[in-house]
T-cell receptor, first 114, second 111 residues
Framework: KAGVTQTPRYLIKTRGQQVTLSCSPISGHRSVSWYQQTPGQGLQFLFEYFSETQRNKGNFPGRFSGRQFSNSRSEMNVSTLELGDSALYLC?????????????FGPGTRLTVL | DAKTTQPPSMDCAEGRAANLPCNHSTISGNEYVYWYRQIHSQGPQYIIHGLKNNETNEMASLIITEDRKSSTLILPHATLRDTAVYYCIVRGTDSWGKLQFGAGTQVVVTP
């Protein structure tokens, strides 16, 4: 079974631009979660989508948004990029997103904001 | 979700068992204990999880104390490829797709 895939793997943007990242979950998984990883803050939860609805949200500004499609694929968008948005963005999928469902992570998208 | 405490780092000799401790003294009855690891710049890798009973899979064993206030992840025969940051995470029923990562334990396996 194919794992979680994320595109693109690397991205360079400038301040003020916006960016869209894509995540394809494992087949059959309906929950998709997004995380940001930086050297200073570590791994932080952004939000989770299940059945095209945002079900859980971390403590990030409104510039960070996401959506999920009917095939469970998900995208996240960051608008008005700041230098501090440079990070590894990780996507994870699970069957239902329940506490007893393990999450499987993709390789991440490395975003650099200049 | 309950907070976890892990040692910041530990070394292990190749071929020996690595025992990684985790304290979660405020864990509640319906919260699961999860272990993940992250090799530099890769996505975290799921290792194992459990609720009350000890668990074993092809990667590792998870030993949870009877009072559930602590647990130990055991890598039975550490290899150089096991060098990674290991995260112990507690998840409650209202976590809805959220894993709360702490600083983890940096494990270095030496030849």
């Amino acid at each position: 079974k194919a794992g979680v895939t994320q595109t693109p793997r690397y991205l360079i943007k400038t301040r003020g631009q916006q960016v869209t990242l894509s995540c394809s979950p494992i087949s059959g998984h309906r929950s998709v979660s997004w995380y940001q990883q930086t050297p200073g803050q570590g791994l932080q939860f952004l939000f989770e989508y299940f059945s095209e609805t945002q079900r859980n949200k971390g403590n990030f500004p409104g510039r960070f948004s996401g959506r999920q499609f009917s095939n469970s694929r998900s995208e996240m968008n960051v608008s008005t990029l700041e230098l501090g948005d440079s990070a590894l963005y990780l996507c994870a999928s699970s069957l239902q997103g329940e506490s007893y469902n393990e999450q499987f992570f993709g390789p991440g998208t490395r975003l650099t904001v200049l | 979700d309950a907070k976890t405490t892990q040692p910041p780092s530990m070394d292990c000799a190749e071929g020996r068992a690595a025992n990684l401790p985790c304290n979660h003294s405020t864990i509640s009855g319906n919260e699961y204990v999860y272990w993940y690891r992250q090799i530099h710049s890769q996505g975290p890798q799921y290792i194992i999880h459990g609720l009350k009973n000890n668990e074993t899979n092809e990667m590792a064993s998870l030993i949870i104390t009877e009072d559930r206030k602590s647990s130990t992840l055991i890598l039975p025969h550490a290899t150089l490829r096991d060098t990674a940051v290991y995260y112990c995470i507690v998840r409650g029923t209202d976590s809805w797709g959220k894993l709360q990562f702490g600083a983890g334990t940096q494990v270095v396996v030496t030849p």
